[in-house]
């Protein structure tokens, strides 16, 4: 079943009670950009006022502990996050996997902890500029969702891959249109064997890394991307819906 793409904003580490502006110019703009499902990932401190603000588009966390509770101080769990509003997390992060040191292990665990509490999970995969220049970006990113990704009976629905090369994160670099549609390609025969064929398919995969308004287009159309994942753009309504509306002209054409 086609579903309709996916853009989510990451706003990482930004933003105060101020920017619930933007995320209530997103919803209301997204009532007419039905094609396209939108979500944002504010930070913790500003999930349940941004649930409380915006009724048409998803809301998730940036990253969850791995347990529902306990001495973990300045922790928060996927029980907690879905109680403020999060129906979804992102999870393993190129910048939680090396300020954190999250390995692929931790990354399925907390995986396991979300898809327990209720949430849905975009998990990220991606290779470093240096692993793409020995020739192993596709054996990285294999082995990184084989050992990211929890079990689930329902993957299609509850399950969303975010394909994001460490490199083309905040630099204004992405991969060649062909190389972008070979990582998915790649990413979806991945999904075939962990998940089995009749799930994989309809899974969604999201490219994430540099995307733009003015770019936008052309990376959407990439073959397997099922939409993107957005930081530095998703922060302000009218770049965001720019974005957006990139994509409900994919969908169009
Ligand atoms: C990200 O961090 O998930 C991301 C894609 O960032 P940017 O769009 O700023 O490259």
Redesign the pocket.
């Known amino acids: 079943m086609a579903k309709r793409p996916y853009i989510v904003g990451?706003w990482?580490m930004h933003g105060t009670r101020a920017m619930l502006a933007e995320a209530r110019a997103i919803d209301r703009a997204s009532e007419r950009l039905i094609k396209v499902e939108v979500a944002v990932a504010p930070p913790f401190t500003l999930i349940h006022a941004t649930r409380k603000e915006a009724n048409l588009i998803g809301i998730g966390a940036q990253d969850c502990h791995n347990l529902e509770g306990g001495a973990h101080t300045g922790d928060i769990s996927a029980v907690m996050l879905k109680d403020a509003g999060a129906g979804f997390t992102i999870l393993g992060?190129s910048?939680r996997r090396a300020n954190h040191g999250e390995k692929d292990a931790d990354v399925r665990a907390k995986g396991e902890a979300a898809l327990a509490a209720g949430m849905n999970i975009i998990v990220?995969v991606g290779e470093t500029e240096q692993q793409r220049d020995a020739g192993k970006a596709t054996s990285v990113v294999t082995k990184m969702l084989k050992g990211s990704l929890p079990q689930c009976d329902d993957p299609a629905e509850r399950i969303t891959i975010?394909y994001?090369p460490v490199w083309?994160?905040?630099?204004g670099r992405t991969p060649t249109i062909e190389d972008i549609g070979d990582m998915h390609k790649a990413i979806r025969e991945s999904l075939v064997a962990i998940y089995g064929e009749d799930a994989a398919p309809d899974m969604r995969i999201l490219y994430?890394?540099?995307?733009k308004r003015e770019n936008a287009a052309e990376l959407l159309a990439a073959e397997e991307v099922g939409g993107a994942?957005?930081?530095?753009?998703?922060l302000s309504a009218e770049s965001f819906l720019g974005i957006i509306i990139a994509a409900a002209e994919t969908e169009e054409a």
């Open positions: 990451n990482k992060h910048e990220c975010a994001e083309a994160i905040g630099t994430g890394g540099s995307v994942l957005v930081g530095g753009a998703s």
